[in-house]
């Protein structure tokens, strides 16, 4: 099982990014995606999370209007569409894939707003 993230990097305030997580090893239509991040001496967190068809999502309240995720299960990858990035968006992003109690999670990108 591989989740691997890429798309992270440095971006002034008021960028935009996209972060890709390829998924392989398992059966990634079967599985809800979702997207976490952290910050150094903080719990990891929900960014967003999409169904395993994709057609329902959710959002931490802070991002909702900002980021956007989306996923292509015939190239078992899941996105994040960031815009209006801002300082505090700093952190480390994993892809995480859940199927009941069955979890995994992909080794994190970094994403750097920064002026």
């Known amino acids: 099982v591989q989740l691997v993230e890429s798309g992270g990097g440095l971006v002034q305030p008021g960028g935009s990014l996209r972060l890709s997580c390829a998924a392989s090893g398992f059966t990634f239509s079967s599985y809800d995606m979702s997207w976490y991040r952290q910050v150094p001496g903080k719990e990891r967190e929900l960014v967003a999370a999409?169904?395993?068809?994709?057609?329902?999502?959710t959002y931490a309240d802070s991002m909702k209007a900002r980021f956007t995720i989306s996923r292509d299960n015939a190239k078992n990858t899941v996105y994040l569409r960031m815009n209006s990035l801002k300082p505090e968006d700093t952190a480390v992003y994993y892809c995480?894939?859940?199927?009941?109690?069955?979890?995994?999670w992909g080794q994190g990108t970094q994403v750097t707003v920064s002026s």
């Open positions: 995480n894939a859940a199927l009941r109690l069955v979890g995994y």
């Open positions: 999409i169904s395993s068809a994709g057609g329902r999502t």
